[in-house]
């Protein structure tokens, strides 16, 4: 019995040409486009934090939240979303190396302290 | 604080055995099952006379059973005992006096002095200080001087009620999957199977399931127990020779280093969200879910028990017990169950014992870290776990081509865990989601048109695949539309990092490489492992593999290799797509299962038939059963010089015996009357068996005539006529012999018959033919020696593929005295207790085809072996042999070593296990006991295919290396004399490597010396020599 997954259909890249009409240079998954999208706003924010104005022309945040884009989708692969990507950044960016290794953090114990359990049901 | 509702009944585990030491590396100290294993009431005391009789501990109490354990926890503390926390009766510090019957000496791992006292099993155990618990208030006495101020993450399951689980969302229903039986079945079968669990999967579609398969370490101290009751006389203890606990002792060390662990299956189904009025009920106020929430899903849970529970996966559901101990194996993931709780088998998990097991494992991560440290902080054990995801799969062909992708991490010798969380889609929900990724490819597609750019090929092909599917789901049965979109997780553990990272590569290269399924090492290891335990939220949506139902069913994670019976001896383990210990005991068909006793053994020459036959012999003469083994050769007869057996056993060697020895007629016995029942019909059966006994006698004494006849004689139509006639006229009874049949030719006044006569004459005067005439010597098998070796040293076995004409006389000799040797092993057997255990090895069974009194003895031994409770092995290199006497619907275990040399005998042999042929087990039969052509050493081990008497086939490796020296015994290899094998190259014989062994032993007053002054003397191997090769485990 010769048995296969479906996943090559869902591994079909699918990527953004551009508006009717008009064909950008680059081709990028539509899903990059969404990453972008929040990232400037958020490039935003984080400079509102520190000037208290919004630029008009956010030129430093686009081209921030470019790079960033391009390094997170340096790893993203159809079995490895973005968001998976974004939280072990969020988690495990600032160590790396050997060093790495010896900065063990302790993980909360995992206890059945509140399971109630009763042997049959009634 | 857990929390029991358990009706105030003492219940127990369930599952006594599951909850034993077990750790995949050697033990350090002592391990729990080194325990004395204890003796039963009930079975006799009797000891044989011949030797003191061997002491054994009176029966204990069963309560005191446990007085060295009244928690189980206390093994947990590896130093000094703990203090009891209410010290009831304090114990005098004494150690236990171990059985003087049992493993000498080990050190008992309770702590000597002072002995724990005995606190309530039961006993719930005190509040544990928790951030954030809400536990019973805690007395001021009692409050602890430091808080444990370890972050605490309580896990999300809230109630284990029955087989359900409830998290405050999430009902889910568990069920217990058995092993399924997988290898050497047909295909058809296998398919069959996959096909009616894909059924169950598809019944399920809706639901989200997490399929759970864990581990549970070999219960070895169980096995010996079992072992040890059910041999009430073992082989009395001989001073200087390992004792009959040693032996027991040395078998379970050797199970626990090898780690042998069994699997468990469990599937879990998330069939309901709780509705926010029981939520919120249980989080003010209410302990777990309310009776009328469990009602309500109850009729749903029904039709879960119905679907799984058919063919397929025949489901159960589980109980409590076995979720607390699934919760405990997935928070401690690769970690040690707690020692002693199964070593004494009793229940003694009881109310908080979750809540204490689970909050000792303290868990770490490291930054990018590739494992997460798991540490029991009361034992000190640390385990480093790497979780592995399945990624790209290739296509697969199982059962023809590939083995179930989720039972194929058992082959490699460390046990994993394995999680998978699937969503099953119904044809609705699959179709659907299908068709929205075909709408996306088609408008991709659409945009490189409106571009003017080549759309990239594998669109086209990808949209072509999609539509084909289409038409697939709306087309076909529900079961080839449903989709299983799963995520499949690995959990390899280690002690060390490096270990866990090096089996995590042995694992990712064998899956890539038999499999082709790509496993991933993502980041995120401590989420990952989270993700085993039942209830927790996923870690990951990556890596989503989506599937055909099939494709899930054919993951088969239940699937099982297990051969054998759990309570015979250890020979070995099996060696196909798992690993497992393989028991053996040969009465085992006659005692349980009322079938015959006959074993079969089929290899090519030096396929390891007669080294198995000897340990087989050795292992049942350590249980003190009575064992004969006819070994024409000979190098079995070292067995008799090993120093257990030495005191107990005998050579008989057939070249030096007295005349008379195998006369024909004494060959066979007559029945007796007290074997049969009262009455009017035992009368008559026993008349039929007296005259059967008759006519088999007559049969034998023709066949035997014929053989001594030359062969040009032998041929002749009148030649038969003369010895009927001959054979009718002389008694058919034991008292008979063959100068009887002579004097009856001589007699006959023609000539023809007269010369026969003469020619028998002539034959009777060679030295080995003497054996035949005359009577046999009184009391030659009367004796009360445990182990009898036969042999028929220095005779020259002839090779049955050359015609008789050229057989030299002493190769003529050699027929005759095969087949009355193996009369008379056989023939010993009837002399003892009718329900005694019995054991004949016969080897070079294959003289016995083309003779009408070989197959009636092979039909006489199937069927008596039951009546009379013996085992014969019988050994052959040829199938055929026993194909060709028809006997293969008595024999009840076959072992069918390697065969490459002929296809044909190859598909005999497979005809033999009941195995199908032209289904490629051909093969796998040439690929037993493979050389490595590149290696210079001796092959270590030797693989056999057994079918057990439950019809249960299954590769297996022989490793008796566990008994010491018994290899170098067994060593029937020859080579250079000084190399250490102790066996001479020319004959087989063994040579005298050492001095005789002056270790004083128990003589038997029995008539020890039958054995033949003839008989040479076989030495001891001296302890200090270097193992031989034979049946280690060649690991």
């Known amino acids: ?122 | 604080m857990t929390q029991t509702n358990r009706g105030g009944e003492t219940l127990g585990f369930g599952f006594d055995d599951d909850l034993e030491y077990y750790d995949d590396a050697p033990p350090a100290g002592p391990p729990a099952v080194l325990r004395a294993p204890t003796p039963v009431a009930g079975l006799p005391q009797a000891r044989p006379s011949f030797a003191p009789p061997r002491a054994r501990t009176p029966e204990r109490p069963s309560t005191l059973r446990s007085a060295d354990v009244d928690s189980p926890f206390f093994d947990l503390f590896g130093g000094p005992a703990p203090t009891p926390r209410q010290p009831a009766q304090p114990v005098p510090a004494q150690p236990r006096q171990p059985p003087s019957n049992l493993p000498a000496v080990v050190p008992a791992r309770v702590p000597v002095a002072p002995a724990p006292a005995r606190v309530p099993a039961r006993e719930p155990l005190p509040a544990q200080p928790r951030r954030g618990g809400k536990g019973a208030p805690v007395r001021a006495g009692d409050r602890p001087i430091h808080r444990d101020r370890d972050p605490v993450a309580e896990l999300a399951l809230t109630e284990i009620a029955g087989h359900l689980t409830f998290t405050r969302v999430m009902v889910t229903a568990w069920y217990w999957l058995p092993e399924v039986r997988w290898a050497f079945r047909p295909d058809l079968d296998r398919e069959a199977m996959i096909v009616a669990m894909s059924e169950q999967y598809a019944g399920l579609a809706g639901f989200r399931l997490h399929l759970r398969r864990t581990t549970r370490p070999f219960a070895a101290d169980d096995w010996a127990r079992t072992l040890d009751q059910n041999t009430p006389q073992p082989l009395p203890d001989v001073a200087g020779a390992p004792s009959w606990g040693d032996h027991l002792v040395g078998a379970q060390r050797h199970l626990l280093s090898l780690s042998h662990a069994e699997g468990q299956t469990y599937l879990g189904i998330s069939f309901a969200r709780r509705t926010l009025g029981d939520t919120l009920a249980e989080r003010f106020g209410r302990k777990g879910s309310g009776g009328a929430e469990r009602k309500r899903w109850a009729r749903m849970v029904e039709q879960f028990d119905e679907v799984l529970g058919s063919f397929g996966m025949r489901g159960r559901r589980v109980t409590p017990a076995e979720l607390e101990w699934l919760l405990y194996r997935s928070v401690a993931l690769g970690m040690s169950p707690p020692r002693l709780v199964s070593a004494l088998g009793l229940p003694q998990w009881g109310k908080g014992d979750l809540l204490a097991l689970t909050e000792q494992v303290e868990r770490f991560r490291s930054p990018y870290g590739a494992t997460t440290r798991l540490v029991n902080r009361l034992t000190g054990e640390e385990r480093h776990v790497a979780v592995l995801t399945v990624g790209r799969m290739e296509p697969l062909e199982i059962p023809q081509r590939h083995e179930p992708w989720l039972h194929f991490h058992e082959r490699l010798p460390f046990p994993m865990e394995i999680s998978s969380r699937v969503d099953v889609l119904g044809p609705g929900d699959s179709f659907r989601n299908l068709e929205h990724r075909l709408r996306m490819i088609r408008s991709q597609q659409l945009d490189y048109a409106e571009h003017g750019m080549d759309a990239p090929p594998e669109l086209e092909r990808l949209a072509q695949r999609a539509l084909v599917l289409g038409d697939e789901m709306t087309t076909g049965l529900p079961v080839d539309s449903t989709r299983a979109h799963g995520w499949h997780r690995l959990a390899v553990s280690g002690t060390t990092r490096e270990e866990c990272l090096e089996r995590t590569r042995r694992v990712i290269q064998t899956y890539q490489r038999d499999l082709r399924i790509s496993l991933q090492h993502p980041k995120g290891q401590d989420a990952l492992a989270r993700e085993f335990v039942p209830g927790e939220p996923l870690a990951s949506t990556g890596y989503l593999r989506r599937m055909p139902v099939k494709l899930l069913a054919a993951a088969v994670p239940q699937a099982a290799s297990t051969v054998g019976d759990r309570r015979g001896d250890l020979i070995g383990r099996t060696s196909g797509t798992s690993r497992r210990p393989v028991f053996l005991d040969l009465h085992f068909p006659m005692e349980v299962r009322e079938r015959s006793g006959l074993a079969v053994f089929v290899a090519e020459p030096g396929g390891g038939k007669s080294t198995l036959l000897g340990a087989l012999g050795y292992l049942a003469s350590r249980r003190g059963v009575q064992v004969t083994l006819l070994d024409p050769s000979g190098p079995l007869a070292r067995l008799t010089q090993m120093p257990e057996l030495r005191p107990f056993s005998r050579v008989l060697n057939l070249t030096g015996s007295e005349q008379g020895t195998l006369a024909p007629y004494a060959l066979i016995p007559t029945p007796q009357r007290e074997h049969y029942v009262d009455g009017p019909a035992g009368e008559q059966e026993w008349g039929i068996a007296v005259s059967n006994a008759r006519a088999e006698r007559r049969m034998l004494v023709q066949d035997i005539c014929s053989m001594l006849l030359p062969p040009q004689v032998s041929r002749e139509a009148s030649t038969a006529t003369f010895l009927r006639h001959a054979v009718r006229g002389v008694p058919a009874e034991e008292t008979s012999t063959l100068d009887d049949i002579i004097t009856h030719l001589q007699a006959a006044g023609d000539a023809p018959a007269v010369e026969l006569g003469h020619l028998l004459l002539d034959t009777a005067e060679m030295p080995l033919a003497m054996l035949f005439f005359g009577s046999p010597p009184p009391g030659i098998l009367a004796d009360q020696a445990v182990l009898t070796v036969i042999t028929m040293a220095g005779l020259r076995l002839p090779d049955l593929k050359i015609e008789r004409e050229y057989w030299s006389a002493e190769e003529q000799l050699a027929l005759p005295m095969l087949h009355t040797a193996h009369r008379l092993a056989v023939r010993r057997s009837y002399g003892g207790p009718i329900s005694s255990r019995k054991l004949v090895g016969l080897d070079e069974a294959h003289f016995m085809e083309g003779w009408r009194s070989g197959r009636s003895f092979l039909v006489r031994l199937a069927r008596d072996s039951r009546k009379w409770n013996l085992a014969a092995l019988v050994a052959s290199q040829n199938p055929r042999d026993i194909l060709g006497l028809d006997v293969q619907n008595l024999v009840s275990t076959v072992f069918v070593g390697r065969i490459a040399e002929d296809a044909e005998v190859a598909a005999e042999a497979l005809r033999l296990l009941r195995v199908p042929v032209d289904d490629g087990y051909e093969a796998v039969l040439a690929s037993l006991s493979q050389v490595d052509a590149a290696s210079h050493e001796r092959l270590g081990f030797r693989e056999f295919v057994m079918r057990d008497v439950d019809g249960r086939v299954q590769k297996v490796r022989i490793d008796v290396s566990w008994v010491p020296d018994l290899l170098s015994y067994l060593d029937t290899t020859p080579s250079v004399p000084g190399s250490g094998s102790g066996a001479d190259p020319a004959g087989g014989h063994p040579t005298p490597v050492s001095s005789p062994p002056t270790s004083a032993a128990p003589a038997l007053p029995s008539p020890t010396s039958a054995r033949p002054a003839s008989a040479p003397p076989y030495p001891a191997r001296p302890a200090s020599a270097p193992p031989a090769r034979g049946f280690g485990s060649g690991d």
């Open chain 1, 1 to 122: 019995m010769r048995l296969r997954t479906d996943d090559d259909i869902y591994r079909a890249r699918l990527v953004y040409l551009g508006p009717p009409g008009y064909t950008l240079p680059f081709q990028l998954p539509y899903a990059q486009y969404g990453v972008f999208l929040l990232l400037v706003p958020l490039y935003m924010g984080i400079h509102y934090l520190f000037t208290f104005r919004f630029d008009p022309v956010p030129a430093w945040e686009i081209a921030l939240s470019m790079v960033t884009t391009s390094v997170i989708w340096r790893y993203v692969d159809p079995d490895r979303p973005a968001r998976t990507v974004i939280r072990t950044a969020l988690t495990d960016w600032r160590r790396t190396g050997n060093a790495a290794l010896a900065q063990e953090q302790r993980l909360p114990r995992l206890v059945a302290g509140k399971v109630t359990i009763r042997e049959r049901l009634p």
